[in-house]
């Protein structure tokens, strides 16, 4: 199976700064990439799929310029959270789909913001 | 729409204790249904998946699913539950046709020793 690196898994950043959390697929070319969010006691909340060398498609609610993707290629795709708040803190993770339909997933990044 | 309800959000169980997860899922078209484990520390991973043909399907661990297209279920099962089996466990659906993966709030599974 893929195997999904995130980086950093922890993160703590003052309000109004910006973050970049990297998702790499160290041995499988992914053309898509999931960014989703957990909240404390939820399920996981699919943000927006990252398309290698396209523009990445957001799901409803999710504003594509707060949180920003490039998937640059194969191999990473990044989510950059702007001008950060407070609300922004969260539990980020990616995962990458392979040809059989299962996911795999980065061990996530957790997102302080103060 | 797509959406995943997942019936028990906190279990505690006694090792060897037999265990059951349920999960129903709201889809009008043909589905995938996997679930997956998240132990401690560690990223999720698949515990088993169901695209089509025998309804029962085992995964690793001894965990096993049964499908029941009837009740739009998928409950996970385990005979004997060990406390390593304590994690948590998502159920997910994917509707057939690249439609995205949903995924329901997740079961927290504890097992005293």
């Known amino acids: 199976g893929a195997v999904v690196s995130q980086h950093p898994s922890r993160v703590i950043c003052k309000s109004g700064t910006s973050v970049k959390i990297e998702c790499r697929s160290l041995d499988f070319q992914a053309t898509t990439m999931f960014w989703y969010r957990q909240f404390p006691k939820q399920s996981l909340m699919l943000m927006a799929t990252?398309?290698?060398?396209?523009?990445?498609?957001?799901e409803q609610g999710v504003e594509k310029d707060k949180f920003l993707i490039n998937h640059a290629s194969l191999t990473l795709s990044t989510l950059t959270v702007t001008s950060a708040h407070p609300e922004d803190s969260s539990f980020y993770i990616c995962?990458?789909?392979?040809?059989?339909?299962?996911?795999?997933f980065g061990e996530g990044s957790r997102l302080t913001v103060l | 729409a797509q959406s995943v309800s997942q019936h028990n959000h906190h279990v505690i169980l006694s090792e060897a204790a037999s265990l059951e997860l349920g999960c129903n899922y709201s889809y009008g078209g043909t589905v995938n249904l996997f679930w997956y484990v998240q132990y401690p520390g560690q990223h999720l991973q698949l515990l088993l998946k169901?695209?089509?043909?025998?309804?029962l399907v085992k995964g690793i661990k001894g965990f096993e699913a049964e499908f029941i297209k009837s009740k739009f279920s998928f409950n996970l099962r385990k005979p004997s539950v060990q406390w390593s089996d304590t994690a948590e466990y998502f159920c997910?659906?994917?509707?057939?046709?690249?439609?995205?993966?949903?995924f329901g709030a997740g079961t927290r599974l504890f097992v005293k020793a």
């Open positions: 990252s398309n290698e060398g396209s523009k990445a498609t957001y």
């Open positions: 169901y695209f089509s043909g025998d309804p």
């Open positions: 995962s990458v789909s392979a040809n059989t339909g299962e996911l795999f």
């Open positions: 997910a659906v994917e509707g057939t046709g690249g439609f995205k993966t949903i």
